[in-house]
């Protein structure tokens, strides 16, 4: 098993910085693997896989980077996470791919439910078949260029999930998103702080 993650520039390198601290002390043994381009310097305690970037559609180049990944068991992780658990033993379920769902109904500002237009958030997820991430690559490079800049990733999962064995994980446990800072999140498997909520990782004490 691999633990793998995406980051291009400088903006989001303390958030991964945090994110690689928490892999460790929960699993210390695992390779990590910072997935990057040739101008982004190596997180600390990682190994890197570097493609060149043009610095345009995100989405297409994170399914090109885990496409790329040779090694069989790969957990994929976005940069805003803190790892509370060793998530190895998921890796003894049976499964292709294990993917964490939301709960809906979430609506968007426009009313739309983000649950059924994306079920999994791509933020976690657990891969025993390489083949799963040829598949989404393809999928994300066939939509519409502001898709491939971002969002396009869950949609291509949604779109491959049916094809593969795949086993649904609750965000509540493996991908969950604290609502307040305050939040007790301590029997939480893996903590989002997506979106306006990467100051709250920051300042984290544990």
């Known amino acids: ?13 303390q958030i991964a910085e945090r994110m690689v601290a928490s892999v460790r002390k929960t699993m210390p043994a695992v390779p990590i693997v910072h997935m990057r381009d040739e101008a982004t ?8 896989q570097v493609i060149p970037w043009d610095g345009k559609r995100l989405m ?13 068991d ?8 803190i790892v509370q658990k060793d998530l190895r033993p998921v890796f003894h379920r ?22 059924k237009l994306m079920p999994y958030n791509t933020g976690v997820m657990f891969c025993k078949r390489a083949a799963f ?12 260029e502001e898709a491939q800049g971002w969002w396009g990733d869950q949609m291509a999962v949604k779109a491959a999930a049916p ?11 493996y991908n969950y ?6 939040e007790d999140v301590s029997d939480k498997a893996v903590v989002h702080y997506k979106g306006n909520r990467k100051d709250w990782m920051l300042r984290r004490t544990s």
């Open 94 to 115: 049976h499964f292709d791919v294990a993917l964490t769902k939301r709960k809906g109904p979430i609506l968007d500002p426009a009313g739309i439910d983000i649950a």
């Open 41 to 48: 310097p190596e997180v600390a305690d990682c190994s890197s």
């Open 163 to 173: 094809e593969f064995n795949t086993l649904e994980l609750p965000c509540s446990t």
């Open 133 to 144: 991430w040829a598949r989404i690559y393809d999928l994300i490079k066939s939509m519409p």
């Open 177 to 182: 998103t604290p609502s307040v800072e305050s």
């Open 74 to 81: 790969v957990l994929s992780l976005d940069t805003d996470v």
């Open 1 to 13: 098993m691999i633990v793998a993650f995406l980051l291009v520039g400088e903006s989001q390198r």
């Open 60 to 72: 297409t180049y994170r399914g090109q980077h885990l496409a790329a990944l040779e090694h069989g």
